[in-house]
């Protein structure tokens, strides 16, 4: 039977393009939260498309990070410009900078073999 932290937060995996995560000193952590609030903010479902509405300790949380750890890894990505944080609402999303390196080189990686 599954435990209600594992029906609540069932993250199989994340790959993690280290060439990019070195090219902008980010840790595997800091890569967790971005890839995570990349692809929950890109839900089609979602009341506010683009965005990541959600909690800044649920990110830690998904990862078993601590309240402080998944802070710390928020501001770290929106100092690189790889996150940003809407100033009104505090919703998060990953910037172009994060499309252009670490998704869309991947497929186009990808593609070429």
């Known amino acids: ?8 937060y069932e993250l199989l995996y994340t790959t993690i393009i280290h060439r990019y995560r070195i090219k902008y000193s980010i840790s595997n952590n ?3 939260i971005a890839n995570a609030i ?20 649920t990110l830690g949380e998904m990862f078993s ?8 890894c928020v501001q770290k990505l929106i100092d690189k ?4 944080k809407d100033s009104e ?17 991947t497929i186009i990686r990808e593609s070429k073999n």
């Open 38 to 57: 990349y692809h929950l903010s890109n839900n089609p479902e979602s009341k506010f498309k683009g965005w990541y509405y959600g909690k800044i300790e």
């Open 81 to 84: 410009g790889l996150v940003e």
């Open 1 to 8: 039977m599954m435990k209600e932290y594992d029906q609540k």
């Open 30 to 32: 800091d890569y967790c």
């Open 89 to 105: 609402s505090g919703f998060l999303k990953t910037t172009t900078l994060w499309w252009s390196d670490f998704v869309n080189n």
């Open 65 to 72: 990070f601590s309240r402080a750890t998944a802070y710390n």
